[in-house]
């Protein structure tokens, strides 16, 4: 992605047009009122335009403060009431009211502080007074409706209604078209998915094709949305007691049509690691133990320091975990773990069944990265409104397991939490 000015505000602009046109949305009871989408990352912006389907005919522009000074007074002698900032597409087509901001309240609140700044002995330097700007239209988004005259409205989904032309000359980088989409997620798609209960009891292979035992379970990191490791049970001697071996994701090289997990070692290689044979997947929780299971197989760790720590679950740990709403309402529940083996063994999706109006044998699935945590509490959270376009792109149990993600799941993890969709579940524990 290029490089962003953290002072950058960013707005929708007319393709291949020298002046900055900007469509003017239809809003509120019947398109009463008008409005205009304000952006403060080029992430969100181009979201917007990616679920808008504009990309043939519109770009994001990227303004500096002063610049955006001189088209929000135009905006407002053009008699535009409103703006919204970092509006959700997704939301405004299933017709959610979101925050607004009334323009000449907003512009009004500007002007104690900019006499201020100028009648000060210690006079700010632009760099300060674009920060101080960028800052005040942030924390607008979360500002109460007594200070900026903030409410809720809903915005028509296709309707524009006018275009709001303004001719900036002050600085070249003004209207710059950039490519600044969504970075493509690596992951979106994936050659091959099995669900992890598919591959428990089954037989694991070594280089020679001798049986080293079969999968007992499968560990997560949630943190990651990967495999962590493989716990493979094995009995080579009849009667005696299982030994339990722990596989890095690198050392399961492929997933075999005749349902086993072909190993990338010989046994004698997994046969050497004595020291942590018996214990268990709880002891992998210290970094130093897991480090030393992933030196031993010379695989590269996934984690990136001490401070890295994983957060480990056994797949049955996550079956049937409760998934809520944005509304702390009950969404569904965790029906399977979906595994991509040709993806390093990411975790390409869970499966959400049990979901409210929707018969028994449907199911969405959702990247791990869309889900959030916000306590100890074993619960996921989406932070979705129960009614989103997100939870009708259902498949049946008796069907293929989808081998891509909706490309909404793609677009509300990048906007939502600024990451991709096949990574860890967010924590938001910190910012409570």
């Known amino acids: 992605m290029p490089h962003e000015t953290p002072t950058s505000i960013y707005i929708i602009a007319e393709r291949d047009s020298q002046d900055l046109a900007t469509p003017v949305l239809e809003a509120g009871r019947q398109g009463a009122e008008e409005l205009i989408p304000v952006f403060t990352t080029s992430v969100a912006a181009s979201a917007y335009l990616q679920q808008a389907e504009w990309l043939q005919t519109e770009v994001v522009a990227e ?60 006079m700010a330097t632009l760099q300060k007074w674009c920060v101080w700007f960028s800052n005040l239209l942030q924390a607008s988004k979360a500002a109460p409706a007594s200070s900026l005259n903030g409410k809720k409205i809903t915005m028509k989904p296709a309707l524009i209604t006018a275009v709001i032309s303004l001719l900036l000359t002050t600085s070249g980088s003004a209207f710059e078209e950039r490519k600044l989409g969504i970075p493509e997620d690596p992951n979106v798609g994936f050659t091959s998915v099995v669900k992890a209960e598919d591959i428990i009891h089954q037989r694991v292979i070594d280089t020679k094709g001798a049986m080293v035992g079969t999968v007992a379970d499968i560990v997560v990191d949630r ?40 190993l990338s ?134 069907d293929s397991l989808p081998k891509s993600l909706n490309r909404g799941w793609i677009e509300f993890t990048h906007v939502k939490y600024g990451s991709a969709a096949v990574t860890g579940v967010q924590d938001l524990s910190e910012q409570q």
């Open 265 to 398: 070692v010989d046994l004698e290689r997994v046969d050497q690691i004595s020291e942590i044979l018996n214990a268990s997947p709880s002891a992998f929780v210290d970094v130093p133990n897991l480090r030393e299971l992933y030196d031993h197989y010379q695989a590269n760790p996934y984690w990136t320091g001490q401070n890295d720590k994983p957060s480990l679950l056994t797949v049955s740990d996550i079956h049937g975990r409760l998934i809520r709403d944005s509304n702390w309402m009950q969404l569904g529940k965790v029906h399977n773990v979906v595994l991509a083996p040709e993806n390093g063994w990411a975790v390409a999706f869970v499966t959400v069944g049990h979901l409210k109006d929707k018969k028994k044998f449907e199911r969405i699935a959702v990247p791990m990265g869309a889900f959030a945590t916000k306590t100890v509490s074993p619960v996921w959270m989406l932070d979705l409104p129960g009614k989103t376009r997100l939870l009708d792109d259902t498949f049946s149990t008796g």
């Open 63 to 122: 303004l500096s403060p002063p610049d955006f000074l001189k088209w929000l007074l135009t905006v407002q002698e053009r008699g535009i009431p409103l703006i919204a900032v970092d509006p959700d597409r997704v939301f405004q087509e299933d017709g959610m009211p979101q925050s607004v901001i009334d323009v000449k309240t907003f512009l009004d609140s500007l002007g104690p502080i900019v006499v201020s700044r100028l009648t000060s002995m210690d």
């Open 223 to 262: 943190s990651h949305g990967r495999v962590a490791f493989f716990v493979v049970h094995s009995r080579r001697i009849k009667n005696s007691i299982p030994t339990s071996y722990f596989l890095p994701p690198s050392v399961a090289a492929s997933w075999r049509d005749d349902q086993r997990l072909q």
